[in-house]
């Protein structure tokens, strides 16, 4: 049993989530586009053939199968705020609140109004799909019950929560369940629309998102994970791991998974037992919880990257990773303390939950783009691209510290997979440093002994040829051949390497640009 103590700290909540056909490399069928001022953290919604997304001061209605726009809310002259909820789908209703203070109802097939409702002096900060109702998370603190038909409250009162809503609350069991900064992890009865159970805690997490699935409640306190009852509040088992852990937990078939901030996975059984004692190393800030896909888990990146791992697995747990570039020309800069551009963002990061369905999967970027992967959606037969951008191919240059090599590696289809990446100079291997966010290849000549990733030793003097190997998650191979020529006599100031973040760092992308209205 858990003891009081495993509640003194942040708790974040899961459900495990239903199961799905997902298990390995998907490749991306489409790239929509939409503009928005801001990033958007949503989550897009699946009903009957289509997918729902809130972008900007619009919710979108497409095709699931092929991207194409079937309708855009509002239809005329855009919304006076931003949808900034996630979509809930309930019957015939696409459901999405408004910075304007507005609850928006629209007829998923149409984009046609059905009915809104307004939240007075207040905004929906989450929009939650019951069995025969909607809640309404405001930001003053209630629980707004609607009924999804017409819009009417179907409580006698809006329910008034004790402090602040921490995270995404979810439903299940005809229970809200939530977390305050009141120091509670509730569950609501929305029959009753009073709490059935309470257990206090320190401090919970907002990235902390539950998922559904099966009977079972995860929370995570410190460096542990324990099981709850949804329905009583009570404690099954607890996990320990080596590392505090951030976000939340997901769990699926084959077992779960939780992650430090800096990326670190662990994995866990159904049971709770054969905890991993050596992390999934994904060198990158993570972005939200892991979430769980069938067999698998998925683990989104804050530097460009969307990773699939089997939690089953003792060894090669990773089965898939796909690096999201930028749309070209719509690369961003950041901005640094004196209000001057920094470094060139060229991915984007998805940072709300995906959508997921039977055999694909959608997720919303930070820049507006909405990227639809699914196995239904066609096949990969073409191997990665692999591009020389320094030195130039032929050039005669410096062979000593700090000369670099970089490359630019991409595969819009299914992805590079980091692990297939060699590189040869005259036949030795060269040691090289993959960043997965932006696509850019590093083999770095540093002095001896240097411990910076993908240092080489200096180079002697003469013709260079340069094997450059990859493959993609489909089994397409590329190899590309380049030759230089070294010569230590002559002395010119290496070029400085591209300043991409490269997924190492917790830049996030700020608005889009163009497109889809």
Known sequence: MLSKNFFASSLTLAIVASALAIDGPLPLSWRWFAKTSYAPITQPALSDGSVFVAVG???YGLDAMTGNPKW??????????????SPAVVGDAVIAGNTNHFVYAINKGTGATLWSFNLGTTNARNVVAGDNALYVFTGDDRVVALDPANGAKTWSADYQIEGNAVGDPLYVGGRLIYFTSSGKLTGLNVARSKPDW??????ANIDGGPVSFGQSVYVISGSQVAQINPLTGRTGWVARFPARLAAGAAVSEKGGAVATEDGNVYTFDLTGRNVSKEPVKLNGYIAGSPQAAGNGIFVRMRGG???LIDPSRKDNKVIWEYTMSAIVGAARKTTVADGKTGETIDYV???GPLALSDKSVYGLADDGSLFAWGGAFGVDEIGPTIKM?????????????DTDFYFKLDDPQTGIMSKSIHITMNGGEMKHDFKQGSGYLFARIRHPGSTEPGANAPLNDGRKTIVVTASDWAGNVTEKTFTVTIDNTVFDKPPAPPTSGGGVGPARGGGGRGGGN
């Open 57 to 59: 001061r619009r919710v």
């Open 72 to 85: 855009m809310f509002p239809a005329g002259e855009e919304a006076s705020g931003d949808f900034s909820t």
């Open 198 to 203: 309470q257990v206090s805690v320190q401090s």
């Open 305 to 307: 990257s969307l990773v």
């Open 349 to 351: 990061s998805i940072l």
């Open 389 to 401: 951008l320094n030195p130039p191919m032929g050039a005669t240059l410096w062979g000593q510290p």
